[in-house]
């Protein structure tokens, strides 16, 4: 693999359920990110990780939760889903705090 | 609170020049990002700016005031190809970006 992958590509969900999103980089940056992307919204920050074994809470934390277990993996989890959680979610990574955020495919979730 | 604030939708014509505007207010201050994303896709970085001034890369070119919290993205020689959103973000003072909703710029022939 090169760069960023995110699985999986798209999910539908049904309320209640929980459900993984797994990003995995191979360039071995320090900082990894998890985004959701809502229409008319900026992208808005889940969690962040700024080196392996650390986790922070960003802007909108509530109701997912991240491990990062290693440089190449920080998996974001919905304990139990609901429709507001339905957005495209971006993982990004980058080499320091202040370098460019490399952004992965996006998965697209929906949550009846 | 942190805003950051760009036009919602633009519309230029190929070959043409376009200027996207971001005004931003935040809690510190460590550099503003811009990126392009077309529909469907991821964003993708464009430029950095953390010093005042005027930064030229290709056909794109990044400006950044501080003092007056403004920054703008001037697209010359427009292509089919540049019909995409472009996201404003402003790197606050613990080192996290704040993103604009960014700037749909629609390109005519």
């Known amino acids: 693999i090169a760069g960023i992958t995110q699985a999986p590509t798209s999910q539908i969900l049904a309320a209640g359920r929980r459900m993984t999103l797994r990003c995995t980089q191979d360039?071995?940056?320090?900082?990894m990110y998890w985004y959701r992307q809502d229409l008319g919204l900026g992208l808005r920050l889940i969690h962040y990780?700024?080196?392996?074994?650390?986790?922070g809470k960003g802007e909108v934390p509530d109701g997912y939760s991240v491990s990062r277990a290693n440089t190449d993996d920080f998996p974001l989890t919905l304990a139990s889903a609901v429709p507001s959680q339905t957005s495209v979610y971006f993982c990004?990574?980058?080499?320091?705090?202040?370098?460019?955020?490399?952004f992965g495919p996006g998965t697209r979730l929906t949550v009846l | 609170g942190q805003n950051i604030d760009q036009p919602t939708e633009m519309t230029a014509t190929e070959g043409a020049i376009v200027q996207i505007n971001c005004t931003y207010q935040?809690?510190?201050?460590?550099?503003l990002f811009w990126y392009q994303q077309h529909a469907g896709e991821a964003p993708t970085f464009l430029s950095y700016?953390?010093l005042d001034g005027l930064e030229e890369k290709g056909r794109f070119s990044s400006f950044l005031s501080r003092s007056k919290g403004y920054s703008y993205l001037l697209l010359k020689e427009l292509q089919m190809k540049d019909s995409a959103s472009y996201l404003c973000?402003?790197?606050?003072?613990?080192?996290?970006?704040?993103w604009g909703a960014g700037t749909k710029l629609i390109i005519k022939p």
């Open positions: 990004a990574s980058s080499p320091g705090l202040n370098n460019e955020q490399f």
């Open positions: 360039m071995r940056h320090n900082a």
């Open positions: 990780s700024n080196t392996a074994g650390t986790t």
């Open positions: 935040t809690s510190g201050f460590n550099g």
């Open positions: 700016n953390v």
């Open positions: 973000a402003v790197m606050d003072s613990n080192y996290q970006l704040i």
